[in-house]
């Protein structure tokens, strides 16, 4: 397939793996680059010198392009930036935050840029700014959260910006990579779908867990702590959200460490497991290979019955 996003990046079809805190390991990000994606390194809470170790095993697992997502919200976002610049690093995208001062000096180093956006207001900041694309992500993901749905969303950045669109949050099938492209998107990218793989990392717990819940299965937290985050309902979640009404300091303090414990632990009593309302959507745990197969075929197949059968165009 050839869109303004498959250009851009690269790669053969335009799905993006969000940027994942301790679950965007560089297997994972490999394999979804191996399949025509781009993967890419959830750089997290991590140090420069923890990050240039992940770049050398992407690099040594594939010679695709990749990406590294950097959180706005990590103390260390200079030195990340140094090293992508430093490690040649084909895209960087941008969670948590506004980047415009970062972005110029990333394209002056070919570096190409993707901004997650939940607003509109904020995508046509970055276009201003120089940002190749931006990623419209809707409040039904997994991990921190803004306040509108994927639906409105989507609509109304890929009207107000003129780079490409890629829709995030809710997706993990070609019925709604195509109901994506209907609003405007000319990508998707997508977080939980990638958790439930073969080359997944996460704990089986984990696995297990986003195998299990249903569309209704997943609750805010950090919302009164000024930091929503989307994870499945464990009584830990539950616990969070009755301390941040009671005692804020203690539920900031529980919240510390608590993926780590979930990505690596499995820890169902202490861990936040972000995971997005499509978790109710996931029934199987496929390679990577097979899921982009299945999603690029039942993205076209959905457009042609949608025209064949539904609106008899
Ligand atoms: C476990 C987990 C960790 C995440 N960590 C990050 C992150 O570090 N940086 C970021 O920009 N987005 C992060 N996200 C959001 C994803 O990149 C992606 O946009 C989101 O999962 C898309 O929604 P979906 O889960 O419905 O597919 C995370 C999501 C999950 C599920």
């Known amino acids: 397939m050839k869109n303004r996003v498959t250009e851009l990046f690269e790669i053969d079809y335009p799905i993006v793996m969000g940027g994942m ?10 394999a ?30 594939t010679n695709k392009p990749f990406g590294v997502n950097i959180m706005l919200a990590s103390p260390y976002v200079e030195e990340l930036l140094e090293t992508v610049v430093e490690e040649k690093v084909p895209v960087v995208t941008f969670g948590a935050g506004n980047p415009t001062k970062f972005i110029q000096k990333l394209k002056e180093h070919g570096i190409k840029v993707a901004v997650v ?15 190749d694309t931006v990623v419209a992500e809707g409040m039904e993901s997994g991990g921190h959260i803004g306040e509108v749905s994927t639906i409105v969303l989507v609509n109304k950045v890929a009207r107000s910006v003129k780079i490409p669109v890629i829709a995030a949050g809710g997706i993990a099938d070609g019925r709604a990579m ?33 195998l299990s819940a249903s569309i209704r299965d997943t609750v805010v937290t950090g919302a009164k702590l000024g930091h929503p985050a989307r994870v499945l309902k464990t009584p830990f979640a539950r616990q969070v959200c009755d301390l941040e009404v009671k005692s804020p300091e203690e539920a900031e303090m529980i919240l510390v460490g608590s993926l780590k414990r979930a990505v690596i632990d499995g820890d169902i009593d202490s861990g936040s497991f972000m ?34 059968e539904v609106i008899s165009c």
């Not at 805190?21 to 490999?30: F, M, Q, Y």
């Not at 191996?34 to 050398?56: H, P």
């Not at 109901?179 to 996460?202: D, H, P, Y």
Request: hydrophobic share 45%; with cysteine; proline share 1%.
């Open 21 to 30: 805190a301790w679950a965007g390991t560089a297997k994972l990000a490999a």
């Open 32 to 61: 979804v680059s191996n399949a025509g994606g781009l993967g890419v390194i959830g750089s997290g809470a991590m140090r420069a010198e923890q990050l240039r170790d992940e770049i050398e095993k992407i690099k040594s697992l």
């Open 117 to 131: 956006v939940a607003s509109d207001s904020l995508a046509k900041l970055v276009e201003r700014a120089g940002a």
């Open 178 to 210: 195509a109901a994506a492209f209907a609003l405007g998107a000319e990508g998707i990218q997508m977080g939980t779908r990638f958790l439930a793989t073969v080359e997944s990392e996460v704990h089986e717990n984990y696995k297990k867990r986003i």
């Open 275 to 308: 995971a997005g309302q499509v978790c109710g959507l996931i029934e199987d745990v496929p390679t990577v290979k097979e899921l982009i197969e299945r999603i690029m075929k039942e993205f076209f197949e959905t457009v042609e019955k949608l025209c064949r």
